[in-house]
């Protein structure tokens, strides 16, 4: 009888114990099972160190020329060669601002420091630019020109970490398209200007972007 | 024994003793009420009969996880979610399977003395990868912030001014890619995972939309897709990836995955070619000779919220 | 009551498989005859609950097949009603052990008596525990995919994965302890200690469990600084046991006047005595909380601001935080008088007032300031849908229903009413 009993609370403790180690197994073989991260299915080879595709930066596109404010017979605007006018009057090495030139240059909207207009255009030959010590370069080539200043933009920019671009990032696989200096920045008022932001999001139910600041509203008050 | 015991229930409870007619009235009004109810439960529940006949299939009810599959599995998926595309959208899309390269490991930097806020990122992030047209949806938020403070607490994300204003500066938000990423931890599905190269992805047909992760991400990175998208036939961006911007079904996570449709391949991720003063970087971390690298070793850099130990791989910095 | 007594006394009659087999089956049908008689009152009251569940039904497969969107939910506040009251359901269902502990740790008699209505509510608790879980899925179609095996169970990092073991855990404990209690009451036998009590024991420490994993559910959250402290777990236990009780308190007042079922004035004591307590605790608690984000203030005080005074304007959460603060003291101060139990109206109204107090602070008030501001620090703010209220109480009526077919069939069943013995 008493053999009995404790056969029968042998088998109970041992069907309790198995039930329990068989919880806690099959706990931990999950957890083995999850902790196999095979992060995803192959990997792919690392692109061969092959030949790098090239990164092109755009040319400006200037042509010595400025428009007159009239039209031709085909409404389109009529330009002429600096030279025109130039090859026969005096530089104004004053000049730094459209409203103190003549004629075409009137309406020039310029901020850029304390330059003046011949800081960078010759007056040997408006064709060209002018660098720093006095030597022509290319109308094209403004990014020479203007990184004697903007040598911390330049290096920058040679760094990859400046300007923007379209194209690959591994230029084992593609090439990539960088914008030059005046793409982005008028190089008569460098400043990029302000623009009207698109792509607002949208409200959601609760929230009430009204009562949020606008830059007229009450967070302005900090100042 | 068990025979004479059948039907005695005692008095309290009301019930007669079977041996009685089973077609009493009392039972038979029982019968009705249960079948009315039954009916009507059955068409209450009729919305939920439409929505699986239309909207999934057997193949996609059994479907694996995007890890167990092996390569004609993972093509038959492929196959099958194209022609859902082209079904649902009417549109002919290619859903490719891009895989992490080796050596390469994604980083992103971006230079808030540069973003003037403009929005573009988020918009170029909402055709790039099929969001719903009608909620406006972008992995992208931008914050326009108080000069002179970090606290997002002078954050605003719905500006409508002309940009850049004097008095702020603009902070684009996307996922972080962290390196200890909340939200992998906490799904108990493991929809969400690490990949090699550090994008977080989701596979959309494995999460059961509980969105857990939503609540653990401190970045706001992640989104729910509260309706099935909605998104006119010729704006569907056809260059697709199962783990990427494939049109995403209803109930299910989606997040940033550095577009890696186009990152995989070896291009730049739509928000950055849309950013007009190139105020983003994007590179590979392992590379020291990246723009990303060279950016981490010449400008000091900080990441959102450091405190909380989630490691991104995502990089602000003023210059 | 000791096993030793029973054997030596009356050997426990030995039953073969085939008569297990054929006395369960007239149990269920029993418990069918039980669930399905009674009186009008409790047809009207089914009928209700069939109605309003109905609506809930229907609700939700709209909800399934036209997406989430008919919730007030977000991208900002993405868990919202639903998960508020699975919140506090967890709590109501580990409140039942404030009976299982008198009951058999210190062999309270009235409350071994009463203790199964304890038992039956933490069933019908979970049960709605998940049922609110599944509702908030997007993807309820894919729930095998949180099956151990079957699906990818992402344990032990998820706390969601523990949750769901130790739910369907005590799920699964308690309808063992009820189911064979009832089986062998049905037969006229006294339980045999070793197949109920070590599971009782499992399920107090169990109750503790499952509560406290729902609790790190949120506070593990590192980004919501509302929910990330280490206070959030007792506070869950306290509130816990401070509803459970007081459900459990009205329903035996409420068994005492509709059934001859003789609940002793010692569980409804017990009880009392146990919610002066905690109803004390969970308050101390909420000041010290209260006290750390008002005056430390800074980031984690902002959500505990909008919550108790709203926010330039906003202020949807204000009214429900006060009422639940209101209540709370009012029933804490009406618990607190000496013969509270002597004047059961006032108890009555004591226990509604901290039960809706507990459901708002774990809900509404826990839940969603969690949520607002975002982690961005974006103002959006969250009131319920229609939907929303029809699923929840859908699932309340479900779960009332469920709990009334398990009394009904457990009163009888325990008052001897009924059985399938000789003796019957």
């Known amino acids: 009888m008493a053999q009995n009993r404790r056969g029968g609370n042998l088998v109970f403790f041992g069907v309790i114990a198995v039930i329990g180690i068989g919880f806690v197994a099959a706990l931990v073989s999950t957890w083995m099972k999850s902790d196999d991260w095979k992060p995803g299915r192959v990997t792919t080879e690392a692109s061969g160190g092959g030949e790098l595709h090239p990164v092109t930066i755009r040319q400006p596109d200037i042509q010595p020329l400025v428009a007159t404010g009239e039209l031709d017979a085909h409404g389109k605007p009529v330009m002429v060669a600096c030279a025109t006018c130039h090859d026969n009057r005096d530089p104004n090495y004053q000049a730094n601002s459209g409203s103190a030139l003549e004629e075409f240059h009137q309406g020039l909207k310029y901020d850029h420091g304390n330059q003046t207009c011949l800081s960078c255009h010759n007056s040997e030959d408006y064709n060209t630019l002018k660098q720093a010590d006095g030597r022509a370069i290319a109308l094209n080539e403004s990014m020479t020109l203007c990184s004697q200043c903007h040598a911390l933009q330049h290096r920058d920019y040679q760094n990859g970490m400046h300007g923007g671009m379209t194209g690959y990032w591994d230029l084992t696989r593609g090439g990539r398209t960088r914008n030059t200096c005046i793409d982005c920045h008028d190089p008569h008022h460098p400043k990029f200007p302000t623009v009207t932001p698109v792509f607002p999001p949208k409200p959601v139910i609760g929230e009430n972007p009204a009562t949020h600041d606008t830059p007229s509203s009450h967070h302005e008050n900090h100042e | ?319 | 009551m000791s096993s030793n007594s029973i054997t030596s006394e009356e050997e426990p009659p030995h039953h073969d498989a085939k008569f297990h087999a054929t006395s369960y089956l007239q149990f269920l049908k029993l418990a069918f005859k039980l669930c399905t008689e009674g009186s009008w009152l409790f047809y009207a009251w089914m009928i209700v609950l069939t109605a309003i569940s109905l609506v809930g039904v229907h609700a939700w497969a709209v909800q399934v097949e036209q997406g989430m969107v008919v919730t007030a939910m977000n991208d900002h506040v993405s868990w919202g009603l639903y998960i508020a009251n699975f919140t506090f359901l967890v709590g109501l269902a580990a409140g039942g052990v404030m009976m299982v502990i008198p009951a058999y740790i210190y062999h309270d008699r009235d409350m071994h008596d009463t203790v199964i209505i304890g038992e039956l509510l933490a069933i019908a608790s979970i049960v709605m525990c998940l049922l609110f879980v599944v509702v908030d899925l997007g993807r309820p179609d894919r729930f095998w995919h949180l099956m151990p095996f079957v699906g990818k169970f992402n344990w032990p990092v998820s706390m969601l994965t523990w949750d769901v073991i130790v739910l369907n855990g005590y799920l699964l404990l308690n309808l063992h302890i009820c189911g064979y209690l009832l089986y062998k009451r049905f037969l006229g036998e006294t339980p045999e200690r070793k197949w109920y009590v070590p599971f009782v024991f499992i399920s107090i420490a169990w109750a503790i469990s499952i509560h406290t994993v729902t609790a790190f559910l949120y506070c593990g959250l590192g980004g919501r600084p509302f929910w990330n402290t280490a206070l959030l777990a007792p506070r869950f236990l306290t509130s816990a046991f401070v509803a459970g009780p007081a459900f459990i308190v009205v329903v035996l007042q409420l068994i005492r006047r509709l059934t001859k079922f003789k609940v002793g004035e010692g569980s409804i004591r017990t009880l009392t005595g146990i919610m002066r307590i905690t109803i004390l605790i969970n308050l101390i608690m909420m000041a010290s909380e209260i006290f750390t984000a008002f005056y430390t203030g800074g980031a984690h005080a902002v959500s505990s601001q909008y919550l108790y005074f709203g926010h330039d304007g906003r202020n949807a959460l204000v009214p429900w935080i006060w009422t639940s603060a209101a209540f709370m003291v009012i029933g804490a101060v009406l618990l607190l008088r000496p013969k509270v139990h002597e004047h059961l109206w006032t108890l009555d109204i004591a226990c509604v007032l901290v039960f809706i107090g507990v459901w708002i602070e774990k809900g509404m008030g826990l839940i969603i300031p969690g949520f607002i501001p975002s982690t961005l620090h974006e103002w959006v703010e969250y009131v319920p849908s229609a939907t929303e209220w029809k699923v929840t109480a859908g699932i309340w009526a479900g779960g009332l229903m469920i709990y009334t077919l398990l009394l009904k069939v457990a009163i009888p069943v325990f008052t001897k009413k009924v059985s399938g013995t000789r003796n019957g």
């Open chain 2, 1 to 319: 024994m068990s025979d004479s015991s059948s039907g005695g229930c005692g008095s309290g409870c009301g019930c007669k003793s079977s041996g009685e007619s089973i077609l009493n009235r009392r039972n038979l009004l029982k019968a009705t009420g249960v079948t009315l109810g039954a009916a009507a439960f059955a068409k209450a529940l009729s919305p939920l009969a439409n929505w699986t006949r239309e909207e999934t299939s057997v193949e996609q009810f059994l479907q694996n996880h995007y890890r167990e599959l092996d390569e004609d599995g993972l093509k038959q998926v492929l196959a099958r979610l194209e022609e859902d595309a082209h079904k649902n959208y009417g549109a002919k899309v290619t859903i490719g399977d891009h895989r992490p390269q080796k050596g390469v490991k994604f980083g992103y930097a971006l230079n808030l003395s540069i973003c003037i806020g403009c929005r573009r990122c988020a918009e170029a992030c909402h055709h790039e990868n099929n969001h719903d047209r009608a909620s406006g949806n972008s992995y992208i938020r931008v914050l326009e912030m108080q000069k002179g403070s970090m606290d997002m607490e002078h954050g605003n994300a719905h500006y409508d001014h002309p940009v850049p204003h004097p008095d702020k500066f603009y902070m684009p938000v996307q996922c972080q890619q962290c390196d200890n990423p909340p939200c992998v931890d906490v799904c108990p599905v493991e929809a969400t995972w690490k990949e090699d190269d550090g994008i977080v992805v989701v596979d959309y047909d494995w999460c059961i939309g509980c969105r857990y992760c939503e609540a653990a991400c401190p970045y706001h990175a992640r989104r729910f897709n509260w309706t099935k998208p909605e998104i006119p036939k010729e704006e569907i961006n056809p260059n697709q990836s199962y783990l990427s911007n494939r049109i995403r079904p209803q109930g299910v996570m989606e997040k940033c995955t550095f577009c890696l449709h186009r990152t995989r391949e070896g291009q730049m991720p739509a928000c950055l070619e849309a950013c007009p003063t190139g105020a983003r970087i994007f590179g590979n971390l392992l590379d020291p000779k990246s723009e990303i690298r060279k950016v981490l070793d010449t400008k000091r850099v900080y990441v959102l919220k450091e405190e909380l130990g989630t490691k991104p791989n995502f990089f602000y910095f003023f210059d």
